[in-house]
């Protein structure tokens, strides 16, 4: 990958040999990407090796999240010509792909930032609460969200969509594909989160909008 602005080139990414792992959603035909990556950019200071999670699908929207010990690059792109193909050598379903199962909830101490087609402005969201079982199972699962503006708070229920959630993680991070009904609207959803509280949420929808947090509580347990 190669990140430019016009003429001015910004950073190349190489892949690290024997990293990358695809994971397919049959029921979007979208496509998770996680590797490790080489950054060689103009700004020195962001050169490095990062952990990468690249999520596709066939509208052409991608949104590339890049991260280090010293560094977390969230880039998003639209109008990509993205062609996913199923591959199901090692006989795994792509939907429905749980590896683990993922609880994510914030609290008083938790920092909130939303950016792109911010749906909810001027209001901040305040709580945020996803919950999804090693089954997959949409009825088992849980997201909700709940909006604040000035002295109202405004619960949005979630509702994940059967057959469509897949969880994949390693000892440190844990990422969830899934489509949601949230507050009446679809959503695709991908979620990467970090034991360590952080959290990226990127909605897809009538409105495309993510929810980065930092202090937030996650627990991923192996299945």
Same mark, same amino acid.
């Not at 040999?17 to 397919?24: D, K, R, S």
């Not at 496509?31 to 990062?50: M, P, R, W």
């Not at 950016?115 to 945020?128: C, D, M, Y």
């Given at each position: 990958?190669?990140?430019?602005?016009?003429?001015?080139?910004?950073?190349?990414?190489?892949?690290?040999?024997?990293?990358?792992?695809?994971?397919?959603?049959?029921?979007?035909?979208?496509?998770?990407?996680?590797?490790?990556?080489?950054?060689?950019?103009?700004?020195?200071?962001?050169?490095?090796?990062?952990?990468?999670?690249?999520?596709?699908?066939?509208?052409?929207?991608?949104?590339?999240?890049?991260?280090?010990?010293?560094?977390?690059?969230?880039?998003?792109?639209?109008?990509? @010509?993205? %062609? *996913?193909? =199923?591959?199901?050598?090692?006989?795994?379903?792509?939907?429905?792909?749980?590896?683990?199962? $993922?609880? +994510?909830?914030?609290?008083?101490?938790?920092?909130?930032?939303?950016?792109?087609?911010?749906?909810?402005?001027?209001?901040?969201?305040?709580?945020?609460y996803i919950d999804v079982p090693?089954?997959?199972?949409?009825?088992?699962?849980?997201?909700?969200?709940?909006?604040?503006?000035?002295?109202?708070?405004?619960?949005?229920?979630?509702?994940?969509?059967?057959?469509?959630?897949?969880? @994949?993680? %390693? *000892?440190? =991070?844990?990422?969830?594909?899934?489509?949601?009904?949230?507050?009446?609207?679809?959503?695709? $959803?991908? +979620?990467?989160?970090?034991?360590?509280?952080?959290?990226?949420?990127?909605?897809?929808?009538?409105?495309?909008?993510?929810?980065?947090?930092?202090?937030?509580?996650?627990?991923?347990?192996?299945?």
């Amino acid at each position: 990958m190669r990140f430019s602005h016009e003429a001015c080139p910004f950073a190349s990414t190489t892949l690290v040999e024997n990293t990358a792992n695809i994971f397919c959603n049959s029921a979007f035909n979208t496509a998770l990407i996680s590797a490790s990556v080489n950054v060689d950019a103009s700004n020195n200071q962001l050169d490095g090796e990062y952990n990468a999670v690249i999520s596709l699908n066939e509208n052409g929207n991608m949104t590339i999240f890049l991260e280090n010990e010293q560094n977390r690059l969230l880039f998003k792109i639209s109008g990509a @010509v993205v %062609d *996913v193909e =199923e591959c199901q050598d090692e006989g795994l379903e792509p939907a429905n792909n749980c590896a683990c199962s $993922v609880t +994510i909830s914030t609290n008083q101490n938790t920092v909130i930032t939303v950016t792109g087609e911010n749906v909810f402005f001027p209001a901040t969201i305040s709580n945020l609460y996803i919950d999804v079982p090693c089954n997959c199972n949409a009825a088992n699962s849980t997201i909700s969200v709940v909006i604040r503006e000035d002295f109202i708070q405004i619960l949005i229920p979630g509702e994940f969509e059967d057959g469509t959630i897949s969880t @994949v993680c %390693d *000892v440190n =991070e844990a990422v969830i594909q899934a489509g949601v009904i949230l507050g009446g609207v679809f959503y695709r $959803v991908y +979620i990467l989160a970090n034991r360590d509280g952080t959290v990226t949420a990127t909605f897809e929808g009538s409105s495309t909008f993510t929810i980065t947090l930092t202090g937030a509580n996650v627990a991923i347990s192996g299945c």
